[in-house]
Each structure stands twice: as C-alpha cells, then as structure tokens.
C-alpha cells in the first residue's frame, strides 16, 4: 500500500515562501507521476504542479514562475518550492502520485495559510 505524508506547511505572510514535501512509501517503482493539488474552502480541488520521473513538469497558470516542484526518485520524495506567496495561494495542498492504473495515492494534506 502506498502511503505519502506531507510536511512543510504553516502560516506565512504575502510575498513570503514555504516549502512543502512530500515522501512516499510502499512504491517500489519511480515510474510515476508527482501532482501538487490544492483545494481551498468553497472551492474544488485543483491542481498545482506535476512532474514525471524524467523531470518533465506542467503548472498551473496563477502559479507559473513562483512555484518550482522537484523530485528525487532515489529517495522517494518530492517537493513544491512556493514563492512570493499570495493570499489567494491559501489553501490545504496535497501530494498525489499515479502509477498508470495501479496507484493513485493521495497524502493527508497540510494547511498554507498566506496572510498578513
């Protein structure tokens, strides 16, 4: 079974960085896809950030330039660098790595809360 369990978020101030992690267990293949999602109160879960095993990564347009996602497929782990944070960045962001169809697992989700 796999599990991810994220760390790294907390409260921080406009124009401020975090940066969130993300390790994984129980996958012993790095042949999966690394997503970044976030959802914040009353709206729906979107997505963030995605990066591939080769490295290859796509984000969304409101964080393009402030927002860096990276991974080490030794150690299981990823990564969502976010700078020049704005309140509208706040929400809980959860990790997510599919395996083609075998896995979709998803972390238990940390708080970013972007305010003054």
């Known amino acids: 079974q796999v599990q991810l369990v994220e760390s790294g978020g907390g409260l921080v101030q406009p124009g401020g960085s975090l940066r969130l992690s993300c390790a994984a267990s129980g996958i012993f293949s790095s042949n999966y896809v690394m997503y970044w999602y976030r959802q914040a109160p009353g709206k729906e879960r979107e997505l963030v950030a995605s990066?591939?095993?080769?490295?290859?990564?796509n984000y969304a347009d409101s964080v393009k330039g402030r927002f860096a996602i990276s991974r080490d497929n030794a150690k299981k782990t990823g990564s969502l660098q976010m700078n020049s944070l704005k309140p509208e960045d706040t929400a809980v962001y959860y990790c997510?790595?599919?395996?083609?169809?075998?896995?979709?697992?998803w972390g238990q989700g940390t708080q970013v809360t972007v305010s003054s």
């Open positions: 997510n790595v599919k395996l083609g169809g075998a896995v979709d697992a």
């Open positions: 990066i591939s095993r080769g490295g290859s990564t």
